[in-house]
């Protein structure tokens, strides 16, 4: 059975960095769009990230251009997500997400596959 697994959730200050992973098995990422959503507490799950199928293109929320970097590595099957510059307002549940042969999509209800999330906290 296919399954996305974060890590790298946790506590850190306004001005910060956290680097998320996802990894996955039973899934090749080779043959998916694969995508970071977030979210906040109390609020809608909103699209951070996205590597498009086949080439990795990426794209961003306009909330977090220049200050998140996402990227995979096939090797280990494995995308990951560089936080920089946290602010508070980047708090909340981090979920990686697959589609097969997806564009990543920004709509959360294009992707079958999802992992579990991990809480990012960013204090002021």
């Known amino acids: 059975q296919a399954r996305l697994v974060e890590s790298g959730g946790g506590l850190v200050q306004a001005g910060g960095s956290l680097r998320l992973s996802c990894a996955a098995s039973a899934l090749a990422l080779a043959d998916y769009g694969v995508s970071w959503f977030r979210q906040p507490l109390g609020k809608e799950r909103e699209f951070v990230a996205g590597l498009r199928w086949p080439d990795a293109d990426a794209s961003y929320a306009d909330s977090v251009k220049g200050r998140f970097t996402c990227s995979r590595d096939l090797g280990k099957n494995t995308m990951y997500l560089q936080m920089n510059n946290l602010r508070p307002d980047d708090t909340g549940v981090y979920y990686c997400?697959?589609?097969?042969?997806?564009?990543?999509?920004?709509?959360?209800?294009?992707?079958?596959?999802w992992g579990q999330g991990t809480q990012v906290t960013v204090s002021s």
């Open positions: 997400a697959a589609e097969l042969y997806g564009s990543a999509q920004q709509n959360a209800r294009y992707y079958d596959n």
